[in-house]
């Protein structure tokens, strides 16, 4: 049966669902629309624009590998903060981020939407600049979004750069410091493994961020964001064809399609929205990382190995205060 929501709502409330729906649509249906808008264009009089755009994309190509175009103004819009009380989500801080130093963080879990991880550090609706002053942030997301017409430019804006190894070592090789890149280390992989209330985390074969980190002797900071894994419900049985399409799709352009569902905007028994369940994001004390240029095997995974059991100390030190069982424990696969 289906659970209607009231007929009367606050407005602050339903503010909060527009902002969350908006960003829903921007992520998961923007992307088609802006590439059917730039092909049929080229079919009308306004042809021009198309072509002008296409150049400016070939001219602006590398930007997302080069640091991006990182822009205060839209991270700052007032939106971000009526996302923020949604759930709601909270930045806490266990130590302070020199900003003298340039970090790579990771970021855990991955969710089903990385919503945890955009909130945090591509706004500034947890105020991320006000808790650790001096440090801009950036954070990784699939390559494809960044051939996506006019999408990308708009992406970039709140600090999302390409996941590839040499956009992570152009951050972490600005001088004067103060620059953190996030990587939701798990990816898709992870996303698929996304269960309310679970814990498994993709990480035990995943070094190249040590490996980077080590190259560039950036510190690493570890980051948990308790409830990231409550906000979707999944599907009890994709069935065999749905899983062989994600895997052709992964194999092709690095993407999964998880099957989940939330609640409406009108009802709360099925939709694309996230529950409103409350996210903590909790920002662990930085490893210290000597910089080698040329760092072997057995240091990169020393500093993998270091890097998980500071991550599970973290889980440890704060699951209860967010209901997590104390029988309960990171999974790493």
Request: hydrophobic fraction near 40%.
């Amino acid at each position: 049966m289906v659970e209607f929501a009231p007929l009367f709502v606050p407005l602050e409330r339903r503010l909060q669902t527009f902002v969350v729906l908006h960003w829903i649509f921007c992520f998961m249906v923007l992307p088609p629309i802006c590439v059917v808008v730039f092909i049929g264009l080229l079919f009308t009089r306004f042809w021009f624009f198309s072509i002008l755009y296409a150049i400016w994309l070939y001219l602006d190509q590398n930007k997302p590998w080069q640091g991006g175009r990182r822009n205060e103004a839209t991270r700052r819009w007032v939106i971000w903060k009526y996302m923020k009380n949604y759930f709601p989500i909270s930045l806490v801080k266990t130590a302070e981020l020199d900003p003298s130093r340039n970090y790579l963080a990771g970021f855990h879990p991955h969710g089903v939407l990385s919503i945890g991880s955009f909130t945090n550090l591509c706004t500034e609706g947890t105020g991320f600049s006000s808790v650790f002053p001096g440090i801009r942030s950036h954070l990784t997301t699939l390559n494809i979004y960044f051939w996506v017409p006019f999408f990308r430019d708009y992406i970039m804006q709140g600090g999302l750069v390409s996941t590839d190894k040499e956009s992570v070592a152009h951050i972490l090789s600005r001088k004067g410091g103060g620059n953190l890149v996030g990587i939701t280390i798990g990816g898709v992989k992870e996303a698929l493994k996304t269960r309310p209330g679970a814990n498994k985390l993709v990480l035990q074969n995943r070094k190249g961020f040590a490996r980077l980190a080590l190259m560039h002797g950036a510190d690493l900071v570890p980051i948990f964001s308790f409830g990231d894994n409550n906000l979707y419900s999944r599907a009890k049985n994709s069935g065999f064809w749905w899983k062989w399409f994600n895997v052709q799709l992964y194999k092709k352009i690095g993407l999964t399609i998880p099957l989940f569902y939330g609640r409406g905007v009108f009802q709360y028994s099925f939709g694309v929205m996230p529950y409103r369940l409350p996210i903590t994001t909790v920002v662990g004390k930085p490893i210290e990382v000597p910089k080698t240029p040329h760092p072997s095997q057995e240091e990169v995974d020393r500093l993998h190995q270091h890097y998980m059991k500071e991550l599970s100390n973290l889980f440890e030190t704060h699951k209860l205060k967010y209901n997590i069982p104390k029988d309960q424990h990171l999974e790493f696969c």
